[in-house]
């Protein structure tokens, strides 16, 4: 995997992701959140069936820590383990759409993850040597950080001092390995809600010339506490971290965010972002119809009739209503199913309204992505936003 930052400006950041087949994915980019190998209520020949393939998959390490032995075993990584093959995996320390667990620390090295098993804890050589078994194209190293505007520098020392000495660590053996010698290396950015302690730990990690990018952490607890994050008050956090690492390696934001935080987020030079915002509106049994209009380009992504970006289909309004989520969309679920029968199908809780929503939320988001950086492209990012904050954009249920 290989990054190639094509325009940086003050406002925001183009470039693309080239995986070892060739395959190119532009940033700001989309990586499809997976609950445990695939896509929530999508299976793998839907999603063949659909246009979101090739796409770089997350894969949360906790996921699969329970099953490290028959991973193992069965010798193929992780994307042979989930018949994911040909796409490229990026291994998160966490999953997005879980609340963070407290009491990841514990003793002096190593690190915690918390999975169905339970807490396991990892010293890095052992981190390492699981992620040999997982060959991931990318893959987060853990760290320990608090998300807590209260801690104190006492309790940020001794986090960011931990993590700093389990990512050398981690960066020796990764050196020494032989599998992992195609994947690449994510640092965690931490220090609390302290400019100088956030900037202290990016220049100390900038080190590392091993270091594929970067990952903002300590900002929000995970799950639907991410929607929480305000870009406003963490600007001047994120401005600082981002001032002492090098301009060209990559930069993910972790955590499930609404289509105008990752506006923020992408005005904050932010380059990857993921899915689990289509997964929980899936959950909250709402389709996405985001206002998505770029200057100068036909587009079949507006939000038609409706009056919000997030329709709700359980609503009795649309018991007779007979026509798709959206008239032009592309996807499955617009092209063969209306409205009404979604609903029927939510309200009986049938497995099929989940699996077409999510078809459908996760192509509109990917829609998102393409109409945002076509908008970046023609400096035109101002008149998408405020397209999309001409109708409403109600929160998603925990």
């Known amino acids: ?233 963490n600007k001047d956090f994120i401005d600082v971290v981002f001032e002492k690492v090098p301009e060209d390696k990559l930069r993910i934001l972790p955590g499930s965010f609404t289509p105008l935080q990752i506006i923020q987020a992408v005005r904050c030079h932010l380059d990857v972002f993921d899915s689990s915002y289509a997964y929980w509106a899936c959950e909250s049994k709402a389709a996405l119809t985001l206002n998505l209009e770029v200057e100068g380009h036909d587009l079949a992504t507006s939000g038609d009739d409706l009056d919000s970006n997030i329709v709700f289909l359980t609503e009795a309004r649309y018991t007779h209503d007979d026509r798709p989520i959206l008239s032009r969309c592309t996807c499955y679920t617009c092209k063969n199913h209306a409205r009404s029968y979604i609903r029927h199908l939510l309200l009986t809780k049938e497995l099929l309204g989940s699996i077409l929503l999510s078809i459908h939320n996760h192509h509109h988001l990917n829609e998102f992505f393409i109409c945002m950086r076509l908008a970046m492209e023609s400096d035109g990012l101002d008149h998408f936003e405020a397209k999309i904050k001409e109708k409403s954009l109600p929160a998603l249920s925990s």
């Open 1 to 233: 995997m290989n990054f190639r930052l094509c325009k940086s400006a003050s406002k925001y950041r183009l470039g693309e992701l080239e995986d070892e087949l060739g395959n190119v994915f532009k940033t700001p980019a989309c990586i499809f959140y997976t609950g445990g190998g695939q896509i929530p209520y999508m299976t793998k020949d839907i999603l063949e069936d659909s246009s979101l393939l090739p796409s770089i998959l997350q894969m949360s390490l906790n996921q699969f820590v329970h099953a490290k032995d028959a991973i193992t075993s069965f010798g193929q990584g992780l994307s042979g383990f989930t018949n994911m093959k040909n796409q490229p995996i990026y291994c998160s320390t966490r999953d997005p759409s879980l609340t963070l667990t407290s009491g990841y620390s514990k003793g002096n090295q190593g690190l915690s993850v918390w999975s169905l098993g339970g807490k396991y804890v990892f010293e890095a050589e052992d981190y390492v040597d699981y992620v040999e078994s997982l060959r991931p194209s990318i893959v987060e190293i853990l760290c320990e950080d608090y998300s807590d505007v209260s801690a104190t520098n006492k309790k940020i020392d001794k986090c960011t001092e931990k993590s700093f000495n389990f990512l050398k660590r981690c960066i020796e053996r990764f050196n020494k390995s032989d599998v992992l010698k195609g994947s690449r290396l994510i640092a965690p950015l931490i220090g609390g809600y302290n400019r100088q302690k956030r900037a202290d730990y990016a220049a100390r990690v900038s080190q590392f010339d091993q270091v594929f990018g970067y990952s903002l952490s300590g900002f929000h607890n995970f799950g639907t506490e991410s929607f929480k994050m305000d870009f406003d008050y």
